[in-house]
T-cell receptor
Framework: DGGITQSPKYLFRKEGQNVTLSCEQN?????MYWYRQDPGQGLRLIYYSQIVNDFQKGDIAEGYSVSREKKESFPLTVTSAQKNPTAFYLC?????????????FGPGTRLTVL | AQTVTQSQPEMSVQEAETVTLSCTYD???????LFWYKQPPSRQMILVIRQEAYKQQNATENRFSVNFQKAAKSFSLKISDSQLGDAAMYFC????????????FGTGTRLKVLA
């Protein structure tokens, strides 16, 4: 079955550590996205990529980094520079054509800083 | 820049009744897409319904329908015959048809369904 997988489901990080959240899709989508979700704030865009080896900053990119070496994969690294990383992180993907335009979402990763 | 506003942080509806969730947006573009997503307690985001701005006819998916008022930049979601399984966060979203493929989300409305 096609879909988006995120791992791990729960992640605990000590202060000062970098951690990487995995996102993989087998939908053959061109575009991939990372969102952060905090209570009462909806979804905020961290990074997005419309094509392999290219990505753009979203609204809250500080303290995060990404790579897009393969079409199927878009990992997100939360660096120690991110001051308040405890949140729920959602990965999404979509086509970049006009005929099929909705985003598909992964199940999310809950990151907690200890 | 485009913005999406959901002014109702929380709504309640009696089971089997009808409820309408509000969404307004701001854009200078004439062509775009609008979406409603549902996020149940499992936190898995699910597409409920979508609307292309160039289509005047309101989209409908079973018990879910929208009232798309392009001039007013309004995109409300109506849920008919509400069921307990409809309880969730609902997010309105906007996507341009030109330029980047960014999606703009509202802050969400939590819907409670009362038995």
């Amino acid at each position: 079955d096609g879909g988006i997988t995120q791992s791990p489901k729960y992640l605990f990080r000590k202060e000062g550590q970098n951690v990487t959240l995995s996102c993989e899709q087998n939908l053959n989508h061109d575009a991939m996205y990372w969102y952060r979700q905090d209570p009462g704030q909806g979804l905020r865009l961290i990074y997005y990529s419309q094509i392999v080896n290219d990505f753009q900053k979203g609204d809250i990119a500080e303290g995060y980094s990404v790579s897009r070496e393969k079409k199927e994969s878009f990992p997100l690294t939360v660096t120690s520079a991110q001051k308040n990383p405890t949140a729920f992180y959602l990965c999404a993907s979509s086509y970049t054509t006009h005929s099929y335009n909705e985003q598909f979402f992964g199940p999310g990763t809950r990151l907690t800083v200890l | 820049a485009q913005t999406v506003t959901q002014s109702q942080p929380e709504m309640s509806v009696q089971e089997a009744e009808t409820v309408t969730l509000s969404c307004t947006y701001d854009t200078s573009e004439s062509d775009y897409y609008l979406f409603w997503y549902k996020q149940p307690p499992s936190r898995q985001m699910i597409l409920v319904i979508r609307q292309e701005a160039y289509k005047q006819q309101n989209a409908t998916e079973n018990r879910f329908s929208v009232n798309f008022q392009k001039a007013a930049k309004s995109f409300s979601l109506k849920i008919s015959d509400s069921q307990l399984g409809d309880a969730a966060m609902y997010f309105c979203a906007y996507r341009s048809t030109s330029g980047t493929y960014k999606y703009i989300f509202g802050t969400g409305t939590r819907l409670k369904v009362l038995a």
